[in-house]
């Protein structure tokens, strides 16, 4: 049943997938050969499931939440207003690898810098949630409201981490069942930036 113990799930695979492509932004970094097409594929997962279905259910819960009055309507619109940012930045990533599949000469800094830039920001985004939005929705909707948000929200399986995922995601299914990585955000001091990095 849809609630906030598949939320949580949820953020748990989207960081799994931010700790791949931290690990493939650093090798960029260091001048070496990343696997571009790994990258994309993260991003291509992000924006096509989680921006689509995970993202919405929580708006849905959210606004069920403000029309209740027990959260500001101002708060519903600030996460709305993220999910829509972390979608159109993650789409901007998406645009700038596939380029750089394309074109050999596609500067390997900027794909490295626009990677972890929508790693950190989507890690904040989750983080926000997790402190502020989730514990608050498992206080107030009861079970007959998460059905009520299934229903509306229709999800299809999972393309990744469902029981039959997409032959298209299956080196990147391989990359996480080898690697399994808890990531953190941590802080360049050096520029006040944000990357995400594996431990």
Same mark, same amino acid.
């Given at each position: 049943?849809l609630d ?45 499931? $989680?921006?689509?279905?995970?993202? $919405?259910?929580?708006?849905?819960? @959210? ?26 930045h ?6 700038? @690898?596939?380029?750089?599949l /394309? ?5 390997r ?15 904040a ?17 009861? $079970? ?10 229709? +999800? ?24 399994? $990585?808890?990531? +953190?955000?941590?802080?360049?001091? /050096?520029?006040?930036?944000?990357? @995400?990095?594996?431990?």
């Open positions: 049943m906030v113990t598949q939320l949580r799930q949820g953020h748990h695979q989207m960081r799994r997938l931010l700790g791949i492509l931290a690990r493939e932004a650093a090798t960029l970094r260091q001048g070496a050969d990343a696997d571009l097409a790994l990258m994309a594929d993260v991003l291509r997962y992000l924006t096509e499931y $989680p921006d689509r279905y995970h993202h $919405p259910v929580e708006d849905l819960a @959210l606004w069920r939440l403000a029309e209740r009055g027990s959260l500001p309507r101002s708060a519903a619109e600030e996460l709305d207003f993220e999910h829509r940012a972390v979608r159109h993650g789409g901007q990533v998406l645009q700038l @690898l596939e380029r750089g /394309a074109d050999a000469l596609a500067p800094a900027w794909i490295a810098m626009a990677a972890e830039q929508y790693a950190a920001a989507l890690n985004h989750m983080t926000h949630e997790e402190r502020d939005l989730l514990p608050l929705l498992e206080e107030a909707l009861s $079970p007959a409201d998460w059905e009520e948000i299934a229903r509306a929200s229709a +999800r299809p399986a999972d393309p990744l981490f469902g029981e039959r995922a997409e032959s298209r995601f299956g080196r990147l299914r391989a990359s996480i069942a080898e690697r399994r $990585p808890a990531v +953190r955000a941590r802080w360049r001091s /050096a520029d006040g930036s944000a990357s @995400l990095s594996e431990e």
